[in-house]
């Protein structure tokens, strides 16, 4: 199983839920076996080049994959739940290279994978696994957007960051009734975890984890 509780992943625990805050932005929940991962956006560079726009360099998706099979192989994880976003746009997810169809396809082989629809992929990607607007799984609920008013919810979409102390950098953040994900992809840019929206949908005892090799926990900067 290697590391699955992690000696560098942060425990915390949602509607009784034990839930492990990895470095990589990834959330694993043990009991379960799943790894949950959030706003991939594989095909970003390819999606800007067709649109005429930023070139980027076109590595992003094979770091993105590279890091989902490390999690993978770290856990042990036998089923996986991408919160939406996995693909830039419906056509990034066509245009996806042989290799990279390969891989994912290694990856997802013999375990249970569901893709949430997120904003940029509404709708299913011929890639298999299962495709859904939202999934209940024990106590928690997980889709795309984070609901006002919503319990025991794990999401994704606002790629949020927090700056604590240096540089801003990719966090979780945790309240007693939800947990929003960091973006797992490469070139994804991100949301100031000050910014309203995020402030709005954050009860008072929040929690930011901020990811990277020793992910640290922090009460919720305030505006």
């Known amino acids: ?3 699955h509780a992690g000696m560098t992943a942060l425990p ?23 790894l949950v991962v959030s706003d ?19 590595y992003e998706t094979d770091e993105t994959l590279a890091k989902l099979d490390a999690d993978l192989e770290a856990t042990g994880a036998a089923r996986v ?14 245009a996806l290279a042989e290799k990279h169809r390969l891989w994912l396809a290694r990856m997802m082989a013999g ?8 904003n940029h992929d509404a709708g299913p990607v011929d890639i298999g696994g299962t495709h859904r607007a939202e999934m ?39 309240d007693r ?3 929003i994900l960091p ?4 070139y994804t840019g991100g949301l100031d975890c000050t910014d309203a929206a995020l402030q709005a949908l954050m009860g008072p005892e929040a929690r930011v984890i901020l990811i990277g090799p020793r992910p640290v926990m922090a009460p919720l900067p305030r505006p």
């Open 177 to 179: 009734d939800r947990v």
């Open 111 to 118: 375990r249970e994978w569901t893709w949430i629809e997120g």
């Open 1 to 3: 199983m290697g590391d």
């Open 136 to 174: 209940a799984l024990g106590p928690l609920t997980f889709r795309h957007i984070a609901q006002e008013g919503a319990r025991a919810e794990v999401s994704g979409h606002y790629h949020p960051k927090a700056r604590i102390g240096g540089r801003a950098r990719a966090c979780f953040l945790i």
């Open 40 to 58: 991939l956006h594989l095909g970003k560079s390819e999606r800007l080049a067709r649109r005429g726009g930023s070139l980027l360099p076109p």
């Open 81 to 94: 739940i991408c919160l939406g976003d996995s693909f830039d746009d419906l056509q990034a997810a066509g």
């Open 12 to 34: 915390f625990t949602l509607h009784g839920a034990l839930l492990h805050a990895r470095p990589s932005g990834a959330l694993f929940w043990a009991e379960v076996g799943l």
């Open 183 to 186: 973006a797992y992809g490469h």
